[in-house]
T-cell receptor, first 112, second 117 residues
Framework: GENVEQHPSTLSVQEGDSAVIKCTYS??????FPWYKQELGKRPQLIID?????GEKKDQRIAVTLNKTAKHFSLHITETQPEDSAVYFC???????????FGKGTTLSVSS | GAVVSQHPSWVICKSGTSVKIECRSL??????MFWYRQFPKQSLMLMAT?????????EQGVEKDKFLINHASLTLSTLTVTSAHPEDSSFYIC?????????????FGPGTRLLVL
């Protein structure tokens, strides 16, 4: 089955710096890669996603890149702000009706 | 759009009792819903896939007789933790497969925190 590895497990940056979180997946059939942000005690919120027919997607300060050949995808957050502090999860999926497989999460801390 | 609700948000129960958690898709129909369990500072662990009108598919190591799942309608799935024990204390989150735009995106409910005494 699919296995998703996520690094780093913790990431501390200064406000205004960039943050990069990387994930690798094992199943070449995976074609959908969402990123979720989870604040303490709350539900995971979808922040951006990318499909296998696209190499990069950007939404304001957040961008995701995908390298299907290498089976890895990354989340980039620019100009980080304290409110970006949360746990970020990457996930991989293959088709509607099948579960997403999540990475172990990255705890991002942005200090002002 | 794509709102998922969960009820209750908090449950405290005595060991040996059963607890039912509801997951509802409020503004869309969800043929498939998923149940996850999350322990503190850990990732989401898939417990089972719930399909409307059919039996749930459980992940390896998840006891189907202990975690009963029913998906009787396109907007409601329920998870019943039977004979709960302290080790079942966790954060249970459901998600619904939103295929309204063909996006196959999953949206999560707010979660249910279960504490078994």
């Amino acid at each position: 089955g699919e296995n998703v590895e996520q690094h780093p497990s913790t990431l501390s940056v200064q406000e205004g710096d960039s943050a990069v979180i990387k994930c690798t997946y094992s199943d070449s059939a995976s074609n959908y890669f969402p990123w979720y942000k989870q604040e303490l005690g709350k539900r995971p919120q979808l922040i951006i996603d990318i499909r296998s027919n696209v190499g990069e997607k950007k939404d304001q300060r957040i961008a995701v890149t995908l390298n299907k050949t290498a089976k890895h995808f990354s989340l980039h957050i620019t100009e980080t702000q304290p409110e970006d502090s949360a746990v970020y999860f990457c996930a991989a999926g293959s088709q509607a009706g099948t579960a997403l497989i999540f990475g172990k999460g990255t705890t991002l801390s942005v200090s002002s | 759009g794509a709102v998922v609700s969960q009820h209750p948000s908090w449950v405290i129960c005595k060991s040996g009792t059963s607890v039912k958690i509801e997951c509802r898709s409020l503004d869309f129909q969800a043929t498939t819903m998923f149940w996850y369990r999350q322990f503190p500072k850990q990732s989401l662990m898939l417990m089972a896939t719930s399909n409307e009108g059919s039996k749930a598919t459980y992940e390896q190591g998840v006891e189907k007789d202990k975690f009963l799942i029913n998906h009787a309608s396109l907007t409601l799935s329920t998870l019943t933790v039977t004979s709960a024990h302290p080790e079942d204390s966790s954060f249970y989150i459901c998600s619904a497969d939103y295929s309204g735009t063909g996006a196959e995106t999953q949206y999560f409910g707010p979660g249910t925190r279960l504490l078994v005494l």
